[in-house]
């Protein structure tokens, strides 16, 4: 049976994801679409459940140290499908699980109410609803987006038009502490290729002098707002730029943005955003004093306003760099499979923990393995 474009998209009950799946159709030879009107409609299971991860090492950035973290998992089922999200609360943006947990709950409702193929509609809805906690938003909009994924029964890169070959390689983060120990992480992480270092307290150059005695990587730094003047953190860069460092992320407090652009003038080497920077809306006054963004699902509230994000900054001329929290597989996966969009990736959230309940994309030698299970690929114990 072939049917016309205009009868698939009536029969599939949506005009959001018609092209995309009619066009993956068409030059197949594939006869009736596969999805049933009713589907994406049919009563709503939801879970949330929150779970311990344990941190290999202990974590120090130049804001703070743990050992652990608690991340909020939600299940969604609908129609026989099932889809996976996580929240990974941060300190910084004033999150825990208890707040993370609870705005799910008030916002859960969203999902009940809407046909789950409408999922613009349902991001709109859920930007309204959740205005802080945006790791609840994430964990929601992930979930969503793997049932699509899983619901037309492809992989989340496929519905997103990349081809696995443009994804860059991973960097793996060494956190700050002793340089012993730093030495030890160095060495262990020896199959990646790319280091990303912490800096941003008082002993960077002994940080970085540890990491340059075992390695001759190419490291990119992050300095997660530690430096608080503006001649202070050029010093610095400048100094990092002598010892082969490929660029540097937030090098001050986010809302320092004229004195981050007095300090890109001078650094030459690229400047990043991280903290500074949480959703679309934010890019545009960033522009002037950063090369680039590091867009998280976190920040941005999942994957929708990721993809939004990614063509923003691209057509600000800007670089970009798909980065994570502590996180299990089920984010980082879902992270990972926008990574052909970008120029650099910093993903290593479960690589980092040594009990990820889950597994889905791989890195090997710090290149993204796909597999090619629908939506985010990811499978594990709730
Ligand atoms: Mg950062």
Known sequence: MNLSRKQFLSLSGTTVLGFSFFNALSGTGAAAPLIKSTIGNGKMKIDIKTK?????????????????????????????IVGFGEAAPNVRYGENAELTTQKIK???????????FHFVNIKDAL?????????????????LMDWIGKALNVPLYKYYGLNTADAPLTSFSIGIDTPEVIKEKVREAAPYPLLKVKVGKPNDEEIIGAVRSVTDKPIRVDANEGWKTKEEALERILWLKSQGVEFIEQPM???????????RERAGIPIVADEAVKTAAD????????????IKLMKSGGIQEAVRMIGMAKSLGMK???GCMIESSVAISAAAHLTPFVDWADLDGNLLIKNDPFHGVKVDKG????????????????
């Not at 407090?253 to 300090?263: G, N, Y």
């Not at 890019?283 to 590091?294: E, H, M, Q, T, V």
């Open 52 to 80: 311990k991860l344990i941190l290999e090492h202990t974590w120090t950035i130049s804001r703070n140290s743990s050992n652990f973290k608690n991340n909020v998992f939600v299940r969604i089922e609908r129609d026989g």
């Open 106 to 116: 008030n916002a859960e409702q969203v999902l009940r109410e809407n046909n789950l």
């Open 127 to 143: 930007d309204s609803a959740i205005l802080k906690q945006s790791c609840a938003k994430a964990a929601l909009d992930i979930a």
């Open 253 to 263: 407090p986010s809302d320092m943005i004229e004195e981050t652009a007095w300090v």
């Open 283 to 294: 890019i545009p006054k960033l522009a002037k004093a950063y090369d680039g963004i590091n």
């Open 320 to 322: 970009i760099m798909l």
């Open 367 to 382: 290149r993204f393995v796909f597999n090619d299970k629908p939506g985010l690929g990811v499978e594990g114990d709730f």
